[in-house]
């Protein structure tokens, strides 16, 4: 439930000085009132040393709110540490997120390296899409949360950090913790403080958002005109501020400086074509073979990156590329 503390959240506790003063620094334009309230909020807890968990469905700005949250929040002056859990194969998360040794794992790189989650040190760590996790990660981040030190892959050294944590996700995770795929006490640990984002459809000052994009982008309000704003308003965006802000600098480029943008810039967006009736191309064709032959080499090799790269009789970058290119694809 957006706006509410979770129970008995878990703080990091560390020598950083905080305080009840609210944060002084300006919040992002979201576009509504209900999320500004409640962002405010967020921004209290998270001065106070909470852990604040975005909710919100793809593109409506979670990474946006880290970021500010960061810029607001006790140890701005270190480093933000961001880590999309989606977008790396499973079996490398958690290398990724706790560090290593040299030696840890196959392909392990030589002379080790410290992870994420100590890359953060003294600043934020935002791991987004903390849906996507499996359980064993989840059950090692717990004891990270619960202890305040970091284990690398491969040691028994524990290392002390002191850091802020964001989290975001696109899942339900009640619902989640409901259906066994989510640990239910790492949930209110990452939850100090629950920021849900509304989609962009139900935000109710639109011209806002459009407004800052085109500031952004170093043009005026102008180069909208109020006719084009009922549609663009009236358009569902299910890729929410994202495809709102892809859109606009697509009708910027193809209009060209200090012309009025029409609908026709925008045509993609208002869905006149139907590409997803086309039949697929040979390239479509020729990437679903290859990811099918990486899950099937991956089985054979039982899960191991490094032999089924030489299975592939390719490098273990390119199919680490490979790896993150299959779980960027749209779903079918």
Known sequence: ??????????????????????????????????IEIDFARAQRAFHADLPVLITGETGCGKEVAARALHTSGPRTEGPLVTLNCAAIPSELLAAELFGHVEGAYTGARRGGAEGKIEAANGGTLFLDEI?????????????????????????????????????????????????????EDLLYRIAGYQLHLLPLRERSNFDAILDTLLAQAGETPSRVSSELRLVLRSAQWPGN???????????????????????????????????????????????????????????????????AARLLGIGRATLYRKLAERRAEPPA
Do not use: Y
Request: glycine share 6%.
């Open 1 to 34: 439930m957006s706006g509410t503390p979770a129970v008995t959240p878990t703080a990091w506790r560390s020598s950083a000085t905080f305080s009840n003063s609210p944060p002084i620094r300006s919040a992002p334009c979201f576009g509504d009132a209900r």
């Open 131 to 183: 849906g996507d996790t499996s359980l064993h990660l989840q059950a090692a981040l717990l004891r990270v949360l619960d202890a305040r030190e970091v284990i690398r892959l491969g040691e028994n050294k524990a290392r002390p950090v002191d850091l802020c944590l964001v989290c975001a996700t696109h899942h339900d995770l009640h619902l989640a913790v409901k259906h066994g795929r989510f640990r």
């Open 241 to 307: 501020v994202r495809q709102l802000a892809h859109a606009l600098r697509r009708a910027l480029a193809l209009a060209g400086p200090d012309v009025k943008l029409t609908a026709e810039d925008f045509e993609t967006v208002r869905g006149r074509s139907s590409p997803q009736c086309a039949p697929p191309s040979a390239h479509d064709l020729m990437r679903k073979a290859q990811f099918r032959a990486i899950s099937d080499a991956l089985q054979v090799c039982g899960g191991n990156v490094s032999e």
